[in-house]
């Protein structure tokens, strides 16, 4: 039998050739289509330069003077980046385990990651690393999902520059970088602000499961947000959880105790118009407009607050702020809602205006419109006036501000001009507080709530100052004829004849009550209860101008009309300009400028500005201290007495309106309360020997006030803010507020020991209770 014919065997060269061929044609391609890519042939690529310095929007940020953020400024990207180091351990552990398991071990592309997901066409997760996804969000934007080659393309080009990134920055930059640049949402742009802005602090202070929430916010900060969607972050946030227990960065005791806290979310939009200090905020914002209009850059190009993340340094400090601004909150909260009662449309049927006529209120109603934000914006739509009026006529839902609801909000229909005189019936207020030394304000309200009242009273309102200019009549005195705080002078009907002063008639002020009593005050006396007949006699011995020219001398404006009414406190200063003009008493005479900016820093951390002191001599040691020792008489015995005690035919009315009455402080304190005509605004001015102090308080229009004194003076209005301030103050013990005496002239040249001088006018008085008569405010 024959033998089969064996073939030949198969050879497999031309398999391996081929093989080899391919490969050698797919190397080659993808070498080819990345340098392709790094040429720009599938879309702009970024420059060494760019990727040196990738242009991110930054925040300008403004801090108070003991590090903290007060506030910042932004159009559209509220960022401040925080170097690798500012961040926690557990926060890294997290974006590692979830995100990129293998990132300290490749150089920007994940082999096995990126087989993986071609061989299961990204159902067992992606390949995107850190690097990738840190080049998308810097310079390729979202992936386009209706075309596959687009979508292919940039992803080469997030590849190439992954790669790039890898050996311009290390991995802990490029986790930094990665961190700053997320949106997280709700302008919570970076790391720094989502954890301001979701958990209330700072990155660093982030614990573990919080850390998991944001990074769990990675994957989709729109879809997975805990304000929108709670329950399923909280999924995704166990999830981030279990990957870290899977690669050993927490046990699994830690994970399954972690998993079953809740998230204690603490949400704290950052907006301009909420948060601390707004309106010193908003004070800033201006401030900064003016400078970086005198200040450019080198090349000439203006800096732009809202993009270039400048740091505003200011002498704010963010615990006397808060400390301000509960104080105002307690008090006007229950002023406002005595002043609620008192204008009932039973008790005024003009409210809230008092004494004036139908007319004089539809005037200012008027006004009022046409300066309103719906006119200026109906104008600007190129709506005619008639139409502009008939839209204050028709019923709208709005939020308005009540003191009485949640957030001190609510919702409502009204008209818009009911609206207004709605919002006229709102008391406003204004305090600043600053160091007399170094002229550094500590803390400044500018009204009640900025986001519903934007109108800031500390400097862009003035206001009459009534009885707190008395003591700049009383400085020219002492300055310049030498007068003592002991000297007396007669408590009776004064009147300044004609033609004197510049007065074409004759001026005789009353005393607030309309008494006289006829007897001899001390100056100390008559200052601390505001007796208006030894304030007339004092200018007319010093002239007018003599007083202004002091007046100007420690800040006080340049247009102060030298004319004897002054003295009584008639002409317009805002809280800003007194505050400063009192910090000279307090300092020993010397006048400093209010400065509330010390420093300014580039996001590089170069200086860009430095405040200079501005400081002027004005009077001397003597002089001051005299004028510290008449005002401490107002808390001693005159109308700020309430500081320290109590009395009987006044506490019930007080302690039922006027929170925390009575304040008993026991601490040296100078001071002056002032009331102006018909009780419009209400004035005090407290110092202590390291802070002094000022409030106003009073209605959007003069005619808006209190019937009486009983609520209407400034000790009523006014001093509660101060005292409840400064008893916050002085339970911070770190805060240093002193609470010593004023410091006393090595040689001081006026008596200010009125002991023998009291007793010589004693004796000239039938009882000791007539001289203590408290005869006016």
Known sequence: MAKAKQGKPKSFLPFIKWFWILFGVGIFSAALIFLLASWGAFGEMPTFEHLENPNTNLATEIISSDGETLGKLYLDDNRTPVAFKELPQNLVDALVATEDARYFDHAGIDARGTIRAFAYLGRKGGASTISQQLARQLFIGVRDKQSTTNALFQKIKEWVIATRLERNYTKEEIIAMYMNIYDFGYAADGIRSAARIYFGKEPSELRTQESAVLVGMLKNSSLFNPIRRPEMVLGRRNTVLGQMAKYDYITQAEKDSLQNMEMDINFSPESHREGLATYFRMYAQRWLNRWVKENPKPDGEKYNIYLDGLKIFTTIDSRMQKNAEEAMEEHMKNLQAEFFHQNTPKRNPTAPFLDITNGAIDTIMRSAMRRSARWRSMSRQGKSEEEIKKSFHEKTEMTVFDWNSDSYEKDTIMTPLDSIRYYKMFLRTAMMSMEPQTGHVKAWVGGVDYKHFQYDNVIQGARQAGSTFKPFVYAAAIDQLRYS?????????????????????????????????????????????????????????????????????????????????????????????????????????????????????????????????????????????????????????????????????????????????????????????????????????????????????????????????????????????????????????????????????????????????????????????????????
Request: aromatic share 8%; proline share 5%.
């Open 485 to 777: 705080p002991c000297d007396s002078l007669p408590d009776n009907q004064y009147c300044i004849e004609p033609l004197k002063h510049g007065n074409m008639e004759a001026w005789c002020p009353k005393n607030s009550d309309g008494k006289y009593s006829g007897k001899n005050l001390t100056l100390k006396n008559a200052l601390a209860n505001s007796v208006n007949t030894v304030t007339a006699q004092l200018i007319d011995q010093v002239g007018p101008a003599s007083v202004v020219n002091i007046a100007k001398g420690m800040g006080l404006g340049e247009d102060i009309p030298e004319v004897p009414s002054i003295a009584l406190g008639t002409h317009d200063f805002s809280v800003y300009d007194v505050v400063g003009a009192y910090g000279t008493f307090a300092n020993q005479g010397v006048y400093v400028k209010p400065v509330m900016v010390t420093r300014i820093e580039d996001k590089n951390g170069t200086v860009l500005y430095e405040y200079v002191p501005e400081t002027k001599d004005v009077l001397s040691k003597d002089v001051a201290y005299a004028m510290v020792n008449l005002m401490e008489g107002v808390t001693q015995g005159g109308s700020g007495t309430r500081l320290r005690h109590t009395f009987a035919k006044e506490q019930r009315v007080y302690q039922d309106i006027i929170t925390g009455y009575p304040y008993e402080l026991t601490n040296p304190i100078a001071g002056k309360t002032g009331t102006t005509q018909n009780q419009s605004d209400g004035w005090f001015m407290g110092m202590v020997p390291n802070l002094v102090t000022g409030v106003w308080v009073g209605g959007d229009d003069r005619s808006i006030h209190f019937k009486s004194l009983t609520y209407g003076q400034g000790a009523s209005m006014a001093l509660p803010i101060w005292a409840l301030y400064m008893k916050k103050n002085y339970e911070n013990e770190e805060l240093g507020v002193s609470t010593e005496a004023f410091e006393e002239p090595e040689e001081l040249s006026i008596n200010v020991d009125c002991t023998k001088v009291l007793e010589e006018l004693k004796e000239e008085t039938d009882t000791e209770d007539d001289l203590d008569e408290d005869i006016g405010f």
